[in-house]
């Protein structure tokens, strides 16, 4: 997946995490070719909204994609489909990094 770290570290500053905390995931999952139990649980502690996007990827609700994950069914393509859309231009922390970089540079500049 091209640009991986960037997008990650979009993630984080929208979560106000560390990218350390999303990479460890991300890279268990594509590790694995799946994405499981614990992978879910971690995401959502940490406020990324995986299991609402898996529900519109797949047109499932909560319960089906919870079971869905119990049976090792969602892979690492569709659980890199979710990270894509949410840092797509439109998605939800779509190019976070700049748009801080910019604030925090503007906000020094008007001290």
């Not at 090792?72 to 801080?100: P, Q, R, S, W």
């Amino acid at each position: 997946m091209e640009n991986i770290e960037s997008r990650i570290e979009d993630i984080a500053i929208g979560l106000s995490v560390p990218s350390e905390k999303i990479k460890l995931v991300y890279d268990n999952v594509k590790s694995k070719g799946i994405m499981q139990g614990d992978d879910l649980r971690q995401l959502t502690k940490i406020g990324m909204p995986m299991v609402k996007e898996l529900c519109a990827l797949y047109g499932k609700n909560i319960t089906e994609i919870k079971l869905m994950v119990q049976n090792c069914e969602i892979d690492f393509k569709h659980f890199g489909a979710v990270f894509l859309y949410l840092t797509n231009e439109g998605g939800m922390f779509y190019e976070l990094k700049k748009k801080h970089i910019w604030k925090t540079v503007s906000d020094n500049y008007k001290e």
